[in-house]
């Protein structure tokens, strides 16, 4: 089905199918039934009084046909008279005369030629086939007896070249005499294989000459496979044309490389055997052409190779493999077949993208070297490269792809391009050995132009289609309005074409599914040039590492370079350069202070600056405003980490960033994260502060947390009188009470256990007044459970000096007291529990 139609005549077309579809399924149903009804029709006997005669069974079905069972047979009888004929001719020859011999030979191979001419008078086909193939055998033994008896004195070699090719010729000419015959022809076509290269060996020619013979004679089963109509015949040739073809050009391959002037013409011959054939021949087109570029490409790039240094030898092949990549467009305007086309230009790229492989040492060495740090920051020695030294040709092959993808409009080749301009670059320091002053100065040069194409890809952009809009492709004509006059719902089914819902004039086309835009090629070139940017930002800060002025002037630099995409670009380059520039700041901090001679802490309180300044331009820049603030906190946190050892700094550093959130909690949009962020921090910095004096009362931690929940439980419940008094005031209460109650059990002096009582009452006393469950509960469990702990050691001496039956009586009468008024004490605690429950 044609899919390149619009989609109302394609839906057109998919009713009228279904209709005669359907047509056609109820002819054969019906004609299935009248079938079956024929066939298992119960048989009645004349006359009323006899009953149904049952249906006769059906018969099972054989496990074989009579024909595969006739095959059968006959190919197990030719396979035992081959093997008697073989046996007779190696075991039995000596023991006959001169004339016995030549009566049995010719009477016997002249009975199995001629038997199929009489076979197939009769129709007997699959007898006749097999004594054919009977008497193909007995003329390859006619050939080997000879040998033995008259031409014992030959060369063996030369006698199977000559027997090969005078049997190849008789087979050829029975299989054409018996054309019903299927074997002779394609075993004429087999031995036909033979001739050339076993004349070469008898003759004694090398691997050249062999292989020559090899072309020669797989250029002869091309032309077979070309010219011939039998199925079998150009099926054999093919697979014959594969073997010796492939033993020909690996054969003139290895000679490029060790004899190129004599592999070379073997090559280029093959390949326009190769060409031929896919010219001619459309369904291996692809796979031929292929073949014959790499063969070309073998034998031009092996005589470049024996006139080049060795540095250029990969070049040349690079050079070789792009002029026939080029074929691609070259072609079309030469009217080159596209399967021709696809496989020069898919051989051509191939052997391309190895000569890039071997290009990308020095790249990988380029970026990584910076990275790969073997000296200390500062130090003035420089890293060398991780991978060794690197030919000086390689930036050559980088820039001849770089310039031939670019010359390509198309998408994915501008990418290939700007990549490979990338690797360029950064490749160059290291094939050519420059010092480290200019590898330092490439490394920002290219940050900035890749990072300028991110803002700008125009320039880039020329020449490419547009998004959708394929090479050669026409736009689609526009559907006719809905008020044109007989205009119809696009996608409509006309009638008459046997629609079920043709007559339907409410009938509404489907929505088309929705298909995600295609990607602007601006917006993709940007994207691959911002990370090569990236990339070389990050080798550049850790080059200029060796040396301090370096290490300024380098930051500096790419601080400017990403605030300026954070300024002119979109999207998520913007974001991610806006964070950039704030890790880039971050580290003039730290350089800074390591100049200075600044100690941990003090750079610690230093790096602060960062977070402020975040803090400040999230207040201007809102596009990026959230990135950048937590970029900021997050060297805030390193800030913490760097003073972490020094609690007064510590407690200095919490305090500050606490400042810096309450000024941020200014802004409406950040008021409620960042006012509780910049508590937080306060009340840590009080902690650290009081841990630092060595202060170990807990009120003084738990305190400040205390007073501001309550306040803050109070106004909201002010706001929202529903509001829980759980969560009002319970986390305030619990951080003072809690805390407060586990030192009194452990505190042996009397103080703590008073205050902490008289609290605990108030709190009750207040739970109570005004109906708070957090309230009471918390404070009459803290208050019994501090009474409990003062009365613990008088209790225990008031038991101490009472007799032991009497503890046991005061429980006896205990339970007794609760069994009386068991349902009076449910109905109270009852009651309790609903009390309770009113309370907030």
């Known amino acids: 089905m044609d899919n390149s139609l619009p989609p109302a005549d394609e839906l057109v077309l ?28 119960p048989v009645r006997p004349v006359g009323p009084s006899w009953p149904a005669a049952p249906v006769a069974p059906v018969a099972p079905v054989a496990d074989s046909t009579p024909r595969s069972a ?50 197939l008078r009769r129709g007997l086909g699959s007898t006749a086939e097999s004594v054919a193939v009977l008497g193909l055998v007995l003329t390859v033994l006619d050939a080997y007896a000879l040998h033995r008896v008259a031409l014992a004195d030959t060369d063996g070699l030369g006698y199977a070249a000559v027997a090969s090719a005078v049997l190849a010729g008789a087979w050829a000419a029975y299989g054409t005499a018996l054309s019903r015959l299927r074997v002779p022809l394609p075993a004429a076509v087999v031995a036909a294989q033979l001739p050339l290269p076993l004349g070469v060996l008898a003759a004694g020619g090398g691997p050249t000459a062999f292989a020559w013979a090899a072309l020669v004679t797989a250029a002869a089963d091309g032309a077979a496979v070309l010219w011939t109509r039998p199925l079998p015949v150009r099926v054999t040739a093919g697979v014959g044309a594969a073997v010796l073809g492939g033993w020909a050009l690996l054969t003139g391959g290895w000679l490029s490389l060790s004899s190129p002037w004599s592999g070379a013409p073997l090559l280029l011959a093959g390949a326009a055997v190769c060409l031929y054939v896919a010219w001619r021949t459309p369904a291996v087109a692809v796979a031929a052409s292929v073949v014959a570029g790499l063969a070309a490409l ?64 020095p790249v990988v060495a380029g970026a990584l070297a910076p990275l ?51 690797a360029l670059l950064t490749a160059l320091p290291v094939s050519l050995g420059l010092p480290y002053a200019a590898t330092l100065a490439l490394q920002v040069l290219t940050t900035a132009a890749a990072l300028w194409i991110a803002v700008r890809p125009a320039p880039l952009t020329r020449g490419l289609p547009r998004p959708g809009v394929s090479e050669g492709a026409e736009p689609t004509p526009e559907p006719a309005p809905e008020s044109a006059p007989g205009a119809k719902a696009a996608g409509a089914p006309a009638a008459g074409f046997g629609a079920p819902w043709s007559g339907w004039s409410g009938w509404t086309p489907p929505k088309p599914r929705p298909q995600a835009p295609a990607a602007e090629p601006g917006t993709v070139l940007g994207r691959v040039a911002y990370a090569g940017g990236l990339l070389s930002a990050a080798g550049a800060v850790a080059l200029a590492l060796d040396v301090r002025e370096a290490t300024f002037v380098v930051l500096g630099v790419v601080l400017g370079l990403l605030a300026g995409v954070a ?75 760097l003073t972490a050892s020094r609690p007064a700094f510590l407690a200095l550093v919490l305090a500050l960033g606490g400042v810096i959130a309450a000024a941020t909690a200014v802004r409406p949009e950040r008021r409620r994260f960042a006012s509780w962020v910049a508590a937080g921090l306060f009340l840590l910095a009080a902690w650290v502060r009081l841990g630092a004096w060595g202060v170990t009362t807990p009120e003084a931690y738990t305190l400040p947390v205390t007073v501001p929940a309550l306040v803050v439980g109070f106004l909201r419940r002010r706001r929202d009188p529903e509001a829980s008094s759980w969560a009002a005031y319970g986390p305030g209460l619990a951080a003072t009470l809690l805390p407060s109650l586990g030192a009194a059990w452990t505190d042996p002096e009397w103080v703590r256990p008073l205050v902490l009582g008289v609290a605990a009452l108030v709190v009750t006393l207040l739970g109570a007044r005004f109906r708070l469950q957090a309230l009471l509960l918390l404070g009459g469990t803290v208050l019994a459970l501090d009474g409990l702990h003062e009365l613990a050691p008088y209790v225990v001496q008031v038991v101490g000096a009472l007799p032991r039956w009497l503890p046991p009586a005061l429980a006896g009468l205990l339970l007794l007291a609760v069994g009386a008024t068991y349902e009076q004490r449910l109905r109270d605690a009852r009651r309790l529990r609903e009390r309770l429950a009113r309370m907030r």
């Open 70 to 119: 006739q095959n059968v047979l006959l190919t197990l009888g030719g396979t035992l008279l081959t093997i008697a004929a073989v046996a007779f001719t190696l075991v039995s020859w000596g023991s006959m005369g001169i004339g016995g011999r030549a009566a049995v030979l010719c009477a016997v191979t002249g009975a199995a030629l001629a038997a199929p001419v009489a076979l």
């Open 298 to 361: 073998a034998a031009v790039g092996g005589l470049l190779r024996s006139v080049l240094p060795g540095d250029w030898e990969v070049p040349g092949y690079v050079l070789c493999a792009l002029v026939l990549a080029s074929v691609w467009r070259a072609g079309a305007g030469a009217r080159l077949p596209r399967g021709v086309r696809a496989g020069l230009a898919g051989a051509g790229a191939s052997v391309a993208a190895l000569g890039l492989t071997w290009a990308l040492p």
């Open 14 to 41: 998919v009713d009228r199918e279904l209709a005669q579809l359907e047509v056609r399924r109820n002819q054969l149903l019906t004609r299935r039934a009248w079938l079956v009804q024929v066939l298992y029709q």
């Open 567 to 641: 300024v002119l670009g979109t999207g998520a380059r913007r974001v991610a350069s806006a964070c950039g520039a704030v890790l880039a700041a971050t580290g003039l901090v730290l350089a800074g202070a390591a100049a200075g001679g600044l100690e941990g802490h003090w750079a610690g309180v230093v790096l602060l600056l960062v977070p402020a300044a975040t803090a400040v331009v999230g207040a201007k820049a809102r596009p990026v405003a959230l990135p950048v603030e937590i970029t900021g906190a997050a060297v805030g946190l390193c800030a913490l980490g």
């Open 372 to 422: 790969a740090r073997t000296t200390d920051v500062w130090s003035g020695e420089h890293a060398g490269p991780v991978l060794g030294p690197h030919p000086a040709t390689a930036v050559l092959v980088l820039a001849v792809a770089a310039a031939a993808l670019a010359s390509v409009p198309r998408l994915w080749a501008r990418c290939g391009a700007l990549v490979l301009g990338w």
